[in-house]
């Protein structure tokens, strides 16, 4: 499910297992690792030959150890019709590479291939080297795999959340869950979500419930990556009844809340857009995954966000925005 676009609340009910999954999977399980290397002194019938024997249609290309370029199907038939087969691949090969960064989510090399409509990208570690390379083919054979893992797995872990508050004599019983979220922290992003997710369904959540807290929280977690001073915190409170999910940070604060409801505004930096982050749909995203959210921001006490999923729906759903309000001690 990529996100250049609203994501809206029919979405929200209709997620999927296969849709899950690409925010829970790393770039890093799918792609294929074993990749076929060029270099810019080959020739173009060096590519041919090697396409045919590894039954490739694209290869990236390294120069000194660092990745230099990368050659398609589409250029090696471009060579064809040149008549130009002796000529090196540097003649034809795209050098202004758009890459995934082994750490990412699925999901986030998804919104790249929709974006960009690339057939492949190469994968690069933190220091930028070469470690893979992902296809569209890679993701579904990843997806495959991580699904028939599922049916798999036992069912033994998970447990009734009513059985537990059950088993519990007090006015108001709850779990509550803590994640510390650092800034910049792209290579984590995402852990804190699945965790969340995860922990209800063994306790008990429906897997769509979880399924849209995972999304909220995700979205929620990248936005403490993204746009905070110094990341902040996602805390989760599960009671019998709802799922309230907290994000909040010491700064710098929403300049105006309405303008980032919009689809697609965004604060994000160049830098951080440049790596497939920060599109503009995060908050809308989260307002359709949840029943309830209320936005709280100030320069001076930072953004704190609140995020209610019930689990016995009585109550209609409703959104609240303020910009100065102040929120809830921690």
Do not use: W
């Not at 829970?24 to 074993?34: A, C, G, K, P, W």
Request: a negative charge.
């Amino acid at each position: 499910m990529t996100q250049d676009r609203e994501f809206t609340e029919q979405d929200a009910e209709q997620i999927t297992r296969v849709e899950e999954l690409a925010y829970e999977l790393s770039i890093d399980e799918v792609m294929t690792r074993d990749v076929v290397r060029l270099h810019p002194d080959m020739t173009m019938l060096n590519v041919l030959d090697l396409f045919k024997q590894h039954h490739i249609s694209g290869a990236p290309v390294e120069a000194n150890g660092k990745l230099a370029g990368i050659i398609s199907i589409e250029d090696l038939i471009r060579c064809l019709r040149d008549g130009r087969i002796d000529r090196k691949v540097s003649d034809y090969m795209t050098s202004d590479v758009i890459t995934a960064r082994n750490t990412d989510q699925v999901v986030e090399a998804l919104k790249v291939f929709h974006k960009s409509h690339v057939g492949r990208l190469p994968v690069v570690d933190e220091s930028g080297k070469l470690v893979g390379v992902l296809t569209k083919g890679d993701i579904t054979d990843g997806l495959l795999k991580a699904l028939q893992k599922d049916l798999q797995s036992e069912e033994v872990i998970r447990y009734r959340a009513s059985h537990l508050f059950e088993d519990i004599v007090s006015d108001r019983t709850s779990l509550i869950l803590r994640y510390s979220i650092k800034k910049d922290d792209f290579i984590h992003g995402g852990e804190a979500s699945n965790h969340i997710k995860k922990a209800l369904l063994r306790l008990g959540a429906t897997p769509q419930i979880a399924r849209r807290c995972g999304i909220a929280a995700y979205e929620a977690e990248m936005n403490l990556i993204i746009h905070t001073n110094n990341g902040g915190v996602l805390r989760v409170e599960v009671e019998p009844e709802k799922i309230t999910m907290e994000a909040y940070d010491d700064g710098p604060g929403i300049d105006d809340i309405v303008k980032v409801m919009e689809p697609g505004y965004s604060t994000a930096p160049p830098s951080v857009r440049a790596k497939g982050f920060g599109a503009g749909m995060g908050l809308k995203n989260i307002k359709n995954c949840v029943d309830e959210m209320t936005l709280f921001s100030s320069k001076e006490k930072g953004t704190n966000l609140f995020m209610i999923m019930y689990l016995e729906k009585t109550a209609a759903p409703h959104t609240a925005l303020s910009k100065d309000e102040p929120a809830e001690s921690h």
